[in-house]
């Protein structure tokens, strides 16, 4: 045989070998239907240099999806995933199959065994406590770290009043940040004032390297990765980031050392609490480790930051775009606050009901994170009636539930908030963006607070205008959905008040 004919010999025994330990997911694959994978997208697929090109393919796939009773089928190399963008499909895998799928292995070497990406025996015990951390009672108590930052924001902005366009995104993140460091961490950063502040810089940088470490299939092999030089930016960025951790926990460690009392999650009256001040407490109790905290301190930075500030940026954008929304938001906060500068409180959040369906309605068109992993670690049978074999990967894409028009009707493609208050769609719809079930997002709460605190101080204060009248919206994948211009607006002063 001679060495050509040998490597031909190998090469067909391997693909006979891989087509009969994939046949059931052949099976399926052929059965629910795929799209038609043009060659740009899998050039895009395979060397994934390209993150507005593999969202736009992504979001292909989940039209397909839409049009195809729900479902689709693709391989990503040699992975197998359903698409999902039914609604009862989706909800029941987020029910009962809570594991996240292979790709949260590569990314784990940045987020460490942080709760967001871990596996379940590891997430379990940790959610319990961040619920804890994140309940409405305990959120409610930040109101003034909330309005404070606001107030900051809108004073940052002023240089930027009748000027060319800038990424309100910057400015926002930088808030975002300030609020999780100081209710998670208990540190006043201030990166409000400084927006190069290392540790921002190193939340970001993590954040966009981990985003990049899910593109390029080969940092997915632990040898490579770690020879990469994306991989010792990643070191100097966790060593910013461990370095307050360590003081934030050190200053806890003192403070309940001091602290004759001992402070209780149920207190209603009580101060409001860290997730470091709980954790330091649990500590001995329930035998956390350094490394816990200091990974759950990382993921909530992560999971918080990035995905407030992509949302309420992307509000900004889209009423700088829709003038008629932006002044119907304003009517409302001039029936609420009339012209006075006032903080904004917790009473008020309840009554900003039109401010809140124009966030809902810009999270369903542009969820932050429009597409979210699960993994089958049995055989199951989906309510549509397909026969999923153990070891299936689910992507369910946020993106094409929140803009299916079997649930939202035939105008879902288009932003009108009104729908969120005028009945139009069923009671039974289920609103995806903070995804579902045991493991979807507990900071929902203390996010809206966030985000209405923030917009109604913003409003009240400025217009604003778009970049570019009429340019495209475009977007890149990461992490988080991000606009390609970085959610770039531009601002005019409020000079109008009383002539709403
Ligand atoms: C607009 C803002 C936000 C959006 C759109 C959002 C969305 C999401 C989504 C889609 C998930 C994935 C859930 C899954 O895999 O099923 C998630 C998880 C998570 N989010 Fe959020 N989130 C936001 C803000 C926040 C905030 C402010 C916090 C904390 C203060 C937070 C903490 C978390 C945590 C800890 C997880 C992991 C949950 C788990 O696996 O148990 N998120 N979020």
């Known amino acids: 045989m001679t060495p050509l004919s040998l490597i031909l010999f190998c090469v067909f025994v391997c693909l006979v070998l891989w087509l009969w330990c994939n046949r059931r997911f052949i099976s399926v694959y052929r059965k629910v239907g795929s799209k038609h994978i043009t060659?740009?997208?899998?050039?895009?697929?395979?060397?994934?240099?390209d993150r507005e090109e593999v969202l736009k393919s992504l979001h292909?796939?989940?039209?397909?999806?839409?049009?195809?009773?729900?479902?689709?089928?693709?391989?990503?190399?040699?992975?197998?995933?359903?698409i999902i963008a039914g609604a009862e499909d989706a909800e029941y895998v987020l029910k009962y199959h809570l594991e996240k799928d292979d790709l949260m292995w590569a990314l784990r070497f940045y987020t460490r065994t942080s709760s967001v990406f871990a596996t379940v025996p590891i997430w379990r015990p940790r959610r319990k406590i961040i619920s804890a951390l994140l309940s409405h009672r305990n959120v409610t108590k930040f109101e003034p770290v909330f309005a404070k930052n606001s107030k900051i924001l809108t004073e940052q902005l002023q240089p930027h009043v009748g000027k060319?366009?800038?990424?309100?995104?910057?400015?926002?993140?930088?808030?975002?940040?300030?609020?999780?460091?100081?209710?998670?961490?208990?540190?006043?950063?201030?990166?409000?004032?400084?927006?190069?502040d290392p540790l921002r810089t190193a939340v970001t940088g993590v954040m966009d390297l981990a985003g990049e470490i899910l593109m390029q299939f080969w940092y997915h092999v632990e040898f490579i990765m770690k020879r990469t030089k994306n991989y010792r930016k990643f070191l100097k960025y966790d060593q910013v980031i461990n370095d307050y951790v360590n003081v934030a926990m050190k200053k806890h460690a003192q403070i309940t050392k001091d602290d004759s009392k001992t402070l209780s999650i149920d207190n209603e009256e009580g101060e409001a609490f860290s997730l470091l001040h709980l954790l330091t407490e649990l500590k001995e109790q329930r035998g956390f480790d350094h490394t816990m905290i200091h990974d759950e301190s990382l993921g909530l930075l992560l999971a918080a930051s990035e995905t407030t500030a992509v949302s309420s940026s992307m509000v900004c954008v889209l009423l700088s775009r829709v003038p008629h929304v932006q002044h119907k938001v304003y009517q409302e906060l001039m029936e609420v606050f009339g012209e006075s500068d006032r903080d904004v409180t917790n009473e008020d959040l309840p009554r900003l009901r039109y401010l809140e369906a124009v966030i809902k309605e810009t999270q369903r068109l542009y969820p932050p994170g429009p597409y979210i992993t699960r993994k089958a670690l049995e055989d199951f049978v989906l309510p549509s009636g397909v026969e999923v074999p153990k070891g299936t990967n689910f992507l369910i894409s946020i993106y094409a539930?929140?803009?299916?028009?079997?649930?939202?009707?035939?105008?879902?493609?288009e932003f009108r908030p009104?729908?969120?208050?005028?009945?139009?769609?069923?009671?039974?719809?289920?609103?995806?963006?903070?995804?579902?079930?045991?493991?979807?997002?507990?900071?929902?709460?203390?996010?809206?607070?966030?985000?209405k605190t923030v917009l109604a101080t913003l409003l009240r204060q400025y217009r604003l205008l778009p970049a570019a009248p009429g340019a495209p919206l475009r977007f890149q994948l990461g992490l988080t959905?991000?606009?390609?211009?970085?959610?770039?607006v531009k601002i005019q002063l409020r000079v109008d008040r009383k002539s709403v």
Request: hydrophobic content about 40%; overall charge negative; glycine content about 6%.
């Open 39 to 49: 060659k740009s997208e899998w050039y895009s697929f395979l060397f994934r240099s």
């Open 60 to 82: 292909s796939i989940s039209d397909h999806a839409i049009t195809n009773g729900g479902l689709s089928a693709i391989w990503m190399l040699h992975r197998f995933y359903l």
């Open 164 to 196: 060319d366009a800038f990424s309100i995104w910057e400015h926002l993140n930088a808030l975002t940040l300030d609020i999780t460091c100081i209710t998670i961490l208990g540190i006043d950063l201030n990166s409000q004032m400084n927006l190069q």
């Open 401 to 413: 539930l929140n803009r299916n028009p079997k649930y939202w009707g035939p105008d879902a493609d």
């Open 418 to 451: 009104e729908r969120f208050l005028d009945g139009s769609f069923s009671e039974k719809t289920i609103h995806f963006a903070f995804s579902n079930g045991p493991r979807g997002c507990p900071g929902t709460v203390f996010a809206m607070m966030v985000m």
């Open 481 to 488: 959905s991000k606009a390609v211009d970085k959610f770039s």
